[in-house]
């Protein structure tokens, strides 16, 4: 099993470009989720899908949009970065009381 | 909503014990999370706690959680330097649809 795993594992990206990360688990798990991490800020949830076909917003989810696609693959993509969306980008999924983490994807917008 | 506080600093020599400290606001909190971080890396699931323990142990590891005080700590035993990393509690509060609310997490320098 490879468990989590998130493409790019980095990107550059003009102010105003687009781009959509993604995250693939191979787990059978139903639930899951985007994070973005920040210094000194830890992990803030930007989006979650509780099940296939379902998402929620999270504390963050301004200037992102996701797709759950199937129940292994859950996207998440920006319109229009900005700046303030530099940042390093975790996917997870859950089975029962365990969340499990992807590497991450570090986003630099200048 | 839920709160979670870290401090975001300890450093420890090889070999002695660590004690990473948490509290959180939320009492209806369910499950209580510790995950490790090295550079470059995501975070690595450690073990979890229920709220109806006080106490759960596993290896180097030990959990301890003060209900009453919102209080979680991590203890690691004899600390080595492959133990440096970053630790983050994690919370999950009850009809949260299982979503993990994090502290900023604490920088873990082991000195040899």
């Known amino acids: 099993n490879a468990g989590v795993t998130q493409t790019p594992k980095f990107q550059v990206l003009k102010t105003g470009q687009s781009m959509t990360l993604q995250c693939a688990q191979d787990?059978?798990?139903?639930?899951m989720y985007w994070y973005r991490q920040d210094p000194g800020m830890g992990l803030r949830l930007i989006y979650y899908s509780a099940s296939e076909g379902t998402t929620d917003k999270g504390e963050v989810p301004n200037g992102y949009n996701v797709s759950r696609l199937n129940k292994r693959e859950f996207s998440l993509r920006l319109e229009s970065a900005a700046p303030s969306q530099t940042s390093v980008y975790f996917c997870?999924?859950?089975?029962?009381?365990?969340?499990?983490f992807g590497p991450g994807t570090r986003l630099t917008v200048t | 909503g839920e709160d979670v506080e870290q401090s975001l600093f300890l450093s420890v020599r090889e070999g002695d014990s660590s004690v990473i400290n948490c509290t959180y606001t939320d009492s209806s909190s369910t499950y209580l999370y510790w995950y490790k971080q090295e550079p470059g890396a995501g975070l690595q699931l450690l073990t979890y706690i229920f709220s109806n323990m006080d106490m759960k142990q596993d290896q180097r590891l030990t959990v301890l959680l003060n209900k009453k005080d919102k209080h979680l700590s991590l203890r690691i035993a004899d600390t080595q330097t492959g133990d440096s990393a970053i630790y983050f509690c994690?919370?999950?509060?009850?009809?949260?649809?299982?979503?993990?609310?994090f502290g900023s997490g604490t920088q873990l320098t082991v000195l040899p």
């Open positions: 997870a999924s859950t089975i029962v009381h365990e969340q499990y």
């Open positions: 787990m059978n798990h139903n639930s």
């Open positions: 994690g919370v999950i509060s009850s009809g949260s649809a299982r979503q993990l609310t």
